[in-house]
């Protein structure tokens, strides 16, 4: 096989349908027979045309759903007449319909074109955000949050797993880590637009925070019409792709082939899915980091406010943003050393021993504002890189479309299960501190960091397990028709 694959390399774009056994072990596989040169060209293309698209949608997500946080500081609290626990149920409650509908989702994005299924998406939300200014009620708060949940469900799954439509498997760490620090700059530019929005108060007879709800609606429901000519269904239809391009996408997904698998719908690769014990792993990894995540996004403003008694408004919004530019900054710092060494754990575990380290001091030190903010520092510097990268470890140790596509809707429907608890434990019982909200937030991050480690050592097992492996026990496996990720030539990325 190593001969023929050598006379293939030999010919720049002479299709190779397999991959060498050493270049597996090794996780080299960049070897397509194409040009380095021309294979970076094409990459930059494909980064150009598809990561602004997809990190603009995560960003308006991000920003639409968290924005809660920054309306409650400027008064949605008092004038919709919430209850003590009110702002706590109504972010709660929008994470019911998001995991209920999330499940599902990836699974049918081939059926209904992400270019018309993804659009739709934000169209959806879009909409309800911009009505969200016209709230007079409670009931109303808690009806919308029920809708949007269930409107931006599909979102997130549906990236990723669109992603993988483009990307090779090691190169998916830097493309999902756009969308994450999409998530963290959320945070930043939400905090700058806030502080410019919440200034209209008074304008038209509506308060600055309903204008915030109806000017960020506005602004994701123009952008998702956009999207139906932005996006691409496949790289066969991509408008920016020339004859060349598409033919050495088709080179790297003959290669690729034993990751991307079957795109015929197949129940029995969802079932494989539903079977894998690492899909739960991450599940419940993924929880204990989601509702890390979930808590800092949407209640920073109103941890800043608890710091001092000093602060304004507008100055809490401010003071938001440095914040979430750290953790973006650090993000796609370590996302890119995490592609180019092929390497996930050694860089989650270190980073989630930094926010635990924050979240020890958040719930130690008091009255002391300037150490306490940094504390918010050190906690965002593992949150969104822990995040990000547990998904796409999931991504690129699940072969097969639709046994990736269904790992991706568990593992996402466990973690999502965070926004639940955060909405619940951010609240101040009697004492400013919101003690609860960061115990909780440490204790879920030291299950994480424990998960990532047991996620590492099984990987590691299972590799070496392949590699014992007889050449009768690997003429049996291939008589038997074994494929994706229980293949033996299939190399986990740990």
């Not at 602060?311 to 050393?337: G, K, R």
Request: charged share 15%; net charge positive.
């Amino acid at each position: 096989m190593s001969s023929d694959l050598e006379k293939q390399h030999s010919r720049n774009l002479t299709p190779v349908t397999s991959v060498r056994a050493e270049e597996v072990r090794g996780h080299d596989l960049t070897t397509t027979g194409i040009p380095e040169a021309e294979e970076k060209k094409l990459l930059r293309k494909l980064d150009w045309h598809i990561a602004p698209v997809l990190c603009a949608l995560y960003l308006l997500s991000f920003l639409d759903r968290s924005n809660i946080g920054n309306a409650a500081v400027a008064g949605l609290t008092t004038d919709l007449h919430l209850p003590t626990n009110g702002l706590n149920v109504a972010t709660s409650i929008f994470y019911v319909t998001y995991v209920t509908f999330e499940l599902p989702s990836a699974a049918f994005l081939k059926r209904f074109r992400p270019s018309r299924m993804i659009p739709a998406i934000i169209i959806s939300w879009g909409l309800v955000i911009l009505f969200s200014g016209f709230m007079s009620t409670y009931g109303g708060l808690i009806a919308t949050r029920l809708i949007l949940g269930c409107c931006e469900a599909a979102l997130f799954p549906c990236m990723s797993l669109y992603l993988t439509m483009f990307y090779r498997r090691h190169e998916l760490a830097r493309r999902t880590a756009f969308l994450f620090i999409a998530a963290a700059l959320s945070g930043a530019f939400g905090g700058l637009l806030a502080a410019a929005i919440l200034k209209m108060d008074g304008i038209g007879g509506r308060r600055g925070w309903q204008w915030l709800y109806i000017l960020e609606g506005l602004v994701s429901v123009l952008y998702g019409i956009s999207v139906i000519w932005l996006l691409s269904d496949s790289p066969e239809k991509a408008w920016y792709l020339n004859d060349r391009d598409r033919e050495m996408m088709k080179i790297r997904q003959e290669q690729d082939s034993a990751y991307v698998g079957d795109s015929e719908m197949s129940w029995a690769e969802s079932k494989r899915a539903i079977k894998d014990l690492k899909v739960y792993l991450s599940g419940f990894c993924q929880l204990g980091v989601d509702t890390c995540l979930f808590g800092f996004s949407t209640f920073l403003p109103v941890i800043i406010q608890a710091q001092s008694s000093s602060y304004t408004t507008i100055h809490i919004q401010l003071l938001t943003v440095p914040v979430y530019a750290w953790a973006a900054l650090i993000y796609i710092s370590l996302a890119m050393l995490s592609d180019r060494i092929n390497m996930r754990a050694a860089i989650m575990i270190p980073c989630a021993g930094v926010s635990i380290i924050g979240y020890i001091i958040l719930l130690t030190v008091h009255h002391n504002p300037g150490v306490e903010y940094f504390a918010t520092f050190l906690v965002g510097t593992g949150i969104y890189l822990c995040v990000g990268l547990n998904v796409t470890w999931l991504n690129q140790n699940q072969a097969g479309h639709h046994k990736r596509a269904t790992a991706i809707g568990l593992q996402q429907f466990m973690g999502n299960c965070g926004g639940v608890i955060a909405g619940q434990i951010y609240v101040s019982s009697g004492s400013p501190y919101y003690t609860v909200g960061h115990a909780v937030s440490l204790a879920g991050m030291c299950w994480a960091a424990c998960g990532f480690v047991t996620m590492y050592l099984t990987l590691q097992h299972l590799n070496n397990r392949k590699d014992r492996l007889t050449k009768e026990q690997r003429e049996e496996a291939d008589s038997q028709a074994v494929k994706g990720d229980a293949h033996y030539l299939f190399r986990f990325c740990y």
